[in-house]
């Protein structure tokens, strides 16, 4: 017998003015995006002015609350009911970085980083960046004080952490040594160069050239030469961000389905969260399968209804009635199987908070169907008692 | 068993991406057993440090290092490889350019984040160099050592600019060794002896994912293998019932006779009810899945079908869906 893990009461969370972001996280495929949408466009029917921020470059988030196509800066969503409301962006990382770029330094330098060819791959194409825009992006809406509550979905990334760690790695490249001996020949004229030889610079850029291609490099020490002076602030603008994580009116909330790699993840995400003193505020466990006729009749087990349904077969009785109890009894499997692994998840971290959400015939397409998605999220006898 | 056709006959390197979800890497594992079967020797690689393979042959976590994870039926050996961007890039740089000294300063230095982070492509040029580099090696006697390497690869959303980096690079590095390394990994990429795999759900998002990705792969000219369609939810009921599942007109007397004749008595109309209402659901599911598999029927390429196995997968699971991957034409 396990104890059920406490309830996930996401209308408490959302109805709480001290709550101002809400960070979703979870491994790819599992339905970040949507469940962001769904408590965004909620929180936003109970009254709060909502900014949702996606990275999911994907056009269903756009389509599912009407408009043709998200971008950059926040639009307004049309339909919602109540006092509140509701805005959705994309983040476009190129853009954001441009932004950087341009509120950080004068006009002629500004052009010349953009017109980089090193600046160009760094700023569209890399890993890392993505992460490292989407903290820059949601440190920019907290910091604009327009909205009482933020809701983030983070990047699609290789696993869950990278939301957490590329960030920081970013950061400190930027600001690193790498980039300041980089930097230091082309703004001395290679005379600083010298000096650090001894320090085996020789080597250092001696192996870089040879690796990398002289014009490469080249290009790399210009557009560290012409980012220079933004150096200091992009460190400092991350780690800033990372505290506001580490606030009171954040809320994590880790998404995963009921599958053994997307709970594998959770787990580490939940344990990283702890380590780095973010506040968890739970668990969804999305697109779970229920068979609905078990709360009418919680004896049909899968084994009486497949031993049910044997019976009739036998006599050559009643087929649809066999085959709707074979199908019930597969039903009932494959939830006893969820059902399972969720309780794994809950053993190991028996104080976090869990909701479910029950798989959809059909993907969301509308409002609609994220309200349904919704109350599924803030219904609290989500989770059986097993 | 002897020499038989497959539908990828002279593909050496399968490259097996997939939408996150969709079971990418149960593929590829079970693919590279189709492939090993009949006495072969595979190599499955992984590229996203995330130790999925470890997990579903049930091993301790795989080092850098090509270990032998299964045996294939009838004689046929899958080794495993977890490539490691910080370990093949030293390795690159010592085997390439005699680097050692170099490569030790570039880690201390944080070239290693220069690369693995920042440098435009360099991670996905030194991952996709080692798997090709495992396509390419060949034993003392020329033979080549791996008749076939199985990638389980990056995301749809990511394949194309991840196979083709050297694009990228070009733009970058004109010249020197990058760019002819880069160049020779493309060689691999774009040729005959390529094909890679997409797996897919039958849901909206994976398949429109997938029709996307194919295009993409398509344009830039990189050879596209078959749609892997996985967990196929099979279809439990009858045609005519499921069309009357469909739209809400299952005979209710009837299925409240069959379940008082089955002996549960109690609550029978209660049940029939739910059970009507869970099949009407199942016909919806049902109803998506030909839908969506009607899309992908207007690709061209080859599909295959893989069943749910609604115990989860295990390793008598993976050894299950190599079957049938062989049993379609797969390999």
């Given at each position: ?386 | ?10 593909v050496r390197l399968h490259v097996v991406t997939g ?5 990418k890497?149960?593929?590829a594992?079970?693919l ?13 690689a992984?590229v ?80 996709t160099?080692?798997t090709s580099?495992?396509v ?13 390497v199985v990638m389980d690869a990056p995301?749809?959303?990511?394949i194309t600019?991840f196979l ?24 691999v990429l774009?040729?005959?002896?390529t094909a890679v795999h997409f797996v ?17 792969l398509?344009?830039?000219?990189l050879p596209i293998g ?106």
């Amino acid at each position: 017998m396990h104890k059920p893990p406490p309830v996930l009461d996401v209308d408490a969370l959302l109805d709480d003015p001290r709550t101002r972001i809400i960070v979703c996280c979870g491994s790819g495929g599992v339905g970040k995006t949507t469940v962001a949408a769904a408590l965004g466009l909620r929180a936003a029917e109970r009254g709060r002015d909502v900014v949702v921020l996606t990275v999911d470059p994907a056009r269903r988030l756009a389509q599912s609350m009407g408009i043709g196509e998200l971008d950059n800066s926040p639009r307004r969503i049309e339909g919602v009911q109540g006092d509140g409301e509701l805005y959705a962006m994309m983040l476009d990382m190129k853009r954001t970085f441009d932004e950087i770029v341009e509120a950080h330094s004068d006009p002629d330098r500004a052009r010349q980083i953009l017109a980089n060819p090193f600046y160009q791959s760094l700023s569209s194409s890399l890993s890392g960046t993505q992460e490292y825009m989407a903290m820059e992006k949601l440190g920019q809406l907290h910091r604009s004080g327009d909205w009482d509550l933020i809701v983030v979905d983070t990047p699609p990334s290789r696993n869950a952490l990278d939301f957490l760690d590329a960030p920081e790695r970013m950061g400190r490249f930027l600001d690193g040594r790498l980039m300041k001996l980089l930097a230091a020949p082309a703004k001395t004229g290679g005379r600083l160069g010298v000096k650090v030889l001894t320090a085996g610079f020789g080597v250092f850029t001696g192996a870089l050239n040879k690796v990398l291609g002289v014009q490469l490099l080249r290009d790399a020490q210009t557009f560290v030469a012409a980012f220079e002076t933004m150096f200091g602030g992009f460190r400092e603008r991350a780690e800033k961000t990372f505290q506001l994580l580490q606030t009171p009116g954040t809320a994590f909330v880790v998404v995963a389905t009921p599958e053994p790699d997307a709970l594998r993840e959770a787990s580490y995400f939940v344990e990283r969260l702890a380590e780095e003193r973010m506040p968890l505020a739970g668990l969804v466990v999305n697109r779970v399968h229920r068979a609905s006729a078990a709360a009418v009749a919680p004896s049909l087990s899968s084994a009486r209804s497949q031993a049910a349904a044997e019976t009739l077969t036998e006599r050559g009785e009643h087929p649809l009635t066999a085959s709707l109890l074979r199908l019930h009894a597969d039903r009932m499997q494959l939830a006893a199987r969820e059902e399972r692994l969720r309780a794994g998840f809950t053993s190991a971290h028996p104080s976090v908070p869990v909701t479910a959400v029950p798989a959809q015939a059909e993907d969301v397409h509308d409002l609609d169907g994220l309200h349904l998605v919704g109350d599924d999220l803030a219904e609290n006898a989500a989770v059986p008692a097993a | 068993m002897s020499a038989r056709d497959t539908d990828w006959d002279g593909v050496r390197l399968h490259v097996v991406t997939g939408k996150g979800g969709t079971g990418k890497t149960t593929v590829a594992a079970a693919l590279a057993l189709a492939l090993a079967s009949g006495g072969r020797k595979v190599l499955l690689a992984e590229v996203e440090g995330r130790q999925g393979i470890a997990q579903l042959f049930d091993c301790p976590p795989l080092p850098y290092e090509e270990r032998k994870v299964a045996v294939a039926p009838g004689g046929g050996d899958v080794y495993a490889l977890a490539i490691d961007t910080e370990a093949a890039l030293i390795e690159y740089l010592e085997m390439f350019y005699n680097l050692k000294r170099a490569g030790k300063a570039m880690t201390k230095l944080g070239v290693v984040d220069f690369v693995t982070t920042i440098a435009p492509g360099l991670r996905d040029v030194i991952l996709t160099g080692k798997t090709s580099e495992a396509v390419r090696r060949r034993e003392k006697d020329g033979s080549r050592l791996y008749d076939a390497v199985v990638m389980d690869a990056p995301p749809t959303g990511r394949i194309t600019k991840f196979l083709n980096v050297n694009h990228e690079v070009s733009g970058l590095a004109k010249m020197g060794p990058i760019r002819n390394h880069a160049d020779t990994v493309m060689r691999v990429l774009r040729s005959p002896e390529t094909a890679v795999h997409f797996v897919t759900l039958l849901e909206e998002m994976p398949v429109q994912e997938t029709l996307d990705g194919i295009h993409d792969l398509d344009e830039a000219d990189l050879p596209i293998g078959g749609i892997m369609i996985n967990m196929e939810h099979p279809s439990a009921l009858e045609p005519d019932h499921l069309a009357a599942a469909g739209d809400g007109s299952l005979d209710l007397d009837e299925i409240v006779r069959g379940i008082k004749s089955a002996g549960l008595e109690h609550g029978a109309e209660d049940i029939a009810r739910a059970l009507a209402a869970e099949a009407t659901e199942h016909a919806r599911r049902t109803a998506m899945q030909r839908r969506e598999k009607e899309r992908l029927a207007e690709s061209p390429h080859p599909r295959y079908t893989l069943p749910l196995l609604s115990d989860g997968i295990d390793l008598a699971g993976l050894y299950r869906l190599a079957e049938t991957l062989r049993d379609q034409g797969a390999a």
